[in-house]
């Protein structure tokens, strides 16, 4: 069973959710299961913040990262630009919603996009669109504000971006995706988290102990400059950068810290092993019924599966 902390918090959140979500999807366009196939569709539903944050993400890492690390010059007004060309091409695709259309296969175009709004209110609040162009602006403005930062990522040996990690924790295999490592000589790596919150995140430490974790006991990746198995997870410096504060987090964390983080990773995935009934592998074919409901009220609000779960919960 793959871990993660989202999987994790999903799980902790709604365990039906968590079942749609990493059990019962599949992407395969060719499958004659169409319960199956909706699930995965629905799947892709974000919400017009998420996907703000996601366009933020995918500029710091494809443009803006790899020119720092190829020492070409891109200016905040560059970045910004690719920013608004990359929101109004999405934003038009989300526009669209092709979700559902007969041979339509999200995988085919990288910049797909779905709305949950469009899906489940058949609109989209086009003051929160007109925030989220704000917003994305706002948090690259601060990104290029941040002189030290900057200063670090440019002289940096290698910087790896949205790079998968995973190592093996009795039955389950951790897997995490640090946004940023940074290498720079010897030393230790750094971990930075972008974050595009308004609010911070109070879990905000268990994932970077995570992303540490992973760091120090994967097997280290070829293009790795020096082999991070050689550092203790206190050793690795994480970041949490707030993009919309423009502000930079530095969580020291303490061998206590990783014993908690271990503890979690633990405690929910022997709960995730115990809902799958020993069917790992065809939990899909598990009753939907049997994965509990939230206990949360809100929670449905803002569940991409709010449609076939309602279907069979009486
Ligand atoms: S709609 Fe609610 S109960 Fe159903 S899967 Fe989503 S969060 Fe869980």
Redesign the pocket.
């Known amino acids: 069973m793959i871990w993660s902390v989202s999987t994790a918090k999903i799980f902790e959140?709604?365990?039906?959710?968590?079942?749609?979500k990493t059990q019962f999807s599949n992407s395969n366009p060719k499958t004659r299961d169409l319960e199956r196939r909706r699930a995965y569709l629905l799947g892709k539903l974000q919400s017009i913040s998420a996907w703000r944050g996601n366009v933020v993400d995918q500029i710091l890492s494809k443009q803006v990262l790899p020119a720092f690390e190829r020492g070409w010059s891109i200016s905040e007004h560059k970045a910004i630009a690719a920013a608004m060309s990359l929101f109004d091409k999405q934003l038009e695709i989300g526009r669209l919603h092709r979700l559902h259309e007969a041979g339509f296969n999200p995988s085919d175009d990288a910049d797909f996009v779905a709305f949950y709004d469009l899906e489940y209110k058949g609109l989209l609040a086009e003051q929160e669109v007109e925030r989220a162009r704000d917003e994305v602006k706002r948090a690259l403005s601060a990104f290029f504000s941040m002189d030290d930062l900057i200063e670090r990522l440019r002289t940096a040996n290698r910087l790896i971006t949205q790079r998968s990690l995973s190592f093996a924790h009795a039955d389950a295999s951790v897997r995490a995706v640090p946004d940023v490592l940074v290498f720079k000589g010897s030393s230790a790596p750094t971990i930075i988290d972008w974050k595009v919150h308004v609010f911070g995140w109070r879990d905000a430490w268990l994932q970077l102990a995570v992303y540490a974790t992973a760091l120090a006991h994967c097997e280290p990746h070829k293009d790795f400059p020096v082999p991070t198995n050689q550092f203790r997870e206190t050793d690795i410096e994480l970041l949490e950068v707030q993009l919309l504060r423009g502000t930079i987090r530095t969580h020291n964390l303490a061998e206590e810290h990783f014993h908690r983080a271990d503890a979690f990773i633990a405690r929910t995935a022997e709960s995730m092993t115990l809902a799958l009934d020993g069917m790992n592998g065809k939990a899909w074919s598990l009753p939907r019924t049997d994965?509990?409901?939230?206990r949360?009220a809100g929670?449905?609000?803002?569940?991409?599966?709010?449609s076939?779960?309602?279907e069979i919960?009486s």
Do not use: G
Not at 13 to 20: D, G, N
Not at 291 to 294: A, E, L, S
């Open positions: 959140q709604c365990q039906r959710k968590w079942f749609f994965f509990p409901v939230t949360y929670a449905c609000q803002s569940c991409p599966y709010r076939i779960c309602w919960t």
